[in-house]
């Protein structure tokens, strides 16, 4: 049998793509805390001790880089920037790097955006731009599902924060920009990518004097009344988590929303078993959540001296969470190759992480993500690809170019 240290390769996107999932079988059963030499770090690819990871923020921190080219270009002292910081300015606090206690504060000065009200109250548009969408397709001639899928996040996006719905085009731009972070670049194309990411920052500048004489319920209106260290919160500060939330669920949410019909259509009975039974849209969007994982994976880095599974790893060492092995682990959810609309273990899916840095916007993907699957069956309940969707080539992201899809009435 092939050593694993000779085909595992997880700064490669093109390893994702070779279906993995054998691989990560091998990793849990063999070696569930792999050292990864090139890169001097240790790859989890079980459920338990990816839980662990994220429940011990003091012991694995997220302020050293999140992303593998934080550790392949990383920084020689301490001052320097990761390239994941680089995206983002030097002035505001990047809640993604950010480990407790500030990690909190920051959270809690933005959750107001995300509260049951909040989103309650953005039910309305959801519905109306997830029908403009179904009423773009053609039933029976070929749709780029991929393209469509990719408005809804970035017009609930924009909503959410309170930016203009006409300049939706521009925004997608920005996180196109941001998709690239951890992406199979060079640090010369990373560079150029955050320049780019960067000229967002006027444009949200732009918008606060709107929202200063109109407020509404979306995230600059909530950041501009809101208080930080018995302070107003810092326009570097409000600049930072506007970018931050157009950066961390367009791109993952887009795949989700893909994922789901790319799933359902290869799935064809499961796809009839949620036409006969719409209760089971939540379990679905679990179930996609788990099967997609549009994630791959997040690194952290070691603290102290510490061990997992009685593998000793040393302060400064990375670890690499690999949620799309641990959502197929036997132990967690059985025959986890198995694609189940109503599996009773789905909730226990990873793709938003666990513990302090779980997604802030988990129950708006889910409400979006029902909403439109909803509406989607309502006008066609049944399709299929019309031909394999193209992946996208990324060490992060699992997604598509596009997605040509059949929809029939």
């Not at 955050?194 to 200063?212: G, V």
């Not at 029902?370 to 699992?398: C, K, Q, S």
Request: include cysteine.
């Amino acid at each position: 049998m092939t050593d694993l240290r000779d085909i595992v390769r997880i700064e490669d996107p093109r390893f994702y793509l070779d279906d993995p999932f054998p691989v990560f079988a091998r990793m849990r059963a063999e070696e569930p805390v792999f050292y990864y030499e090139p890169l001097d770090t240790f790859v989890l690819t079980k459920h338990e001790d990816i839980r662990y990871v994220n429940r011990t923020p003091e012991v694995f921190s997220n302020a050293h880089g999140i992303f593998l080219n934080d550790v392949k270009y990383q920084p020689v002292d301490g001052d320097t920037p990761t390239v994941t910081d680089s995206f983002f300015p030097a002035d505001g606090e990047q809640i993604g790097t950010t480990d407790p206690p500030r990690h909190h504060e920051l959270r809690r000065v933005i959750s107001p955006a995300f509260s049951a009200r909040a989103l309650e109250l953005m039910d309305a548009e959801i519905r109306q731009y997830s029908q403009e969408l179904v009423d773009a397709i053609t039933p029976g001639q070929t749709t780029d599902w991929m393209e469509l899928a990719g408005i809804l996040p970035i017009r609930i996006g924009s909503l959410l924060i309170g930016l203009p719905d006409a300049d939706r085009a521009q925004v997608r731009h920005w996180s196109d920009e941001l998709e690239k972070l951890g992406g199979d670049l060079t640090m010369e194309e990373l560079q150029a990518a955050a320049k780019e990411f960067s000229t967002l920052r006027d444009y949200i500048m732009a918008n606060f004097a709107t929202k200063r004489h109109d407020p509404g319920h979306d995230l600059l209106s909530t950041l501009l009344a809101a208080e930080l260290d018995d302070r107003k919160v810092s326009e570097a500060n409000v600049v930072m988590f506007a970018m931050t939330m157009i950066a961390a669920g367009s791109d993952t949410t887009r795949a989700l929303l893909a994922g789901m019909v790319w799933a359902l259509a290869k799935h064809p009975d499961q796809l009839a078993k949620l036409v006969a039974d719409r209760s089971l849209i939540p379990s679905a969007i679990e179930e996609a959540l788990r099967w997609v994982t549009p994630a791959r994976a997040f690194l952290r880095t070691a603290m102290e001296d510490t061990e997992i599974r009685g593998q000793k790893i040393r302060s400064g060492q990375h670890v690499y969470l690999m949620y799309m092995a641990g959502n197929r682990d036997e132990d967690i959810f059985p025959n986890p190759e198995t694609f189940d609309v109503s599996r009773a273990e789905n909730e226990l899916q990873m793709a938003f992480g666990i513990g302090t840095h779980v997604c802030i916007g988990a129950r708006l993907v889910r409400q979006e993500a029902g909403i439109l699957l909803n509406t989607l069956l309502d006008r066609y309940p049944r399709f299929e690809l019309a031909a394999e969707p193209v992946p996208v080539i990324h060490i992060i992201r699992n997604s598509w170019e596009n997605m040509p899809v059949l929809f029939h009435s």
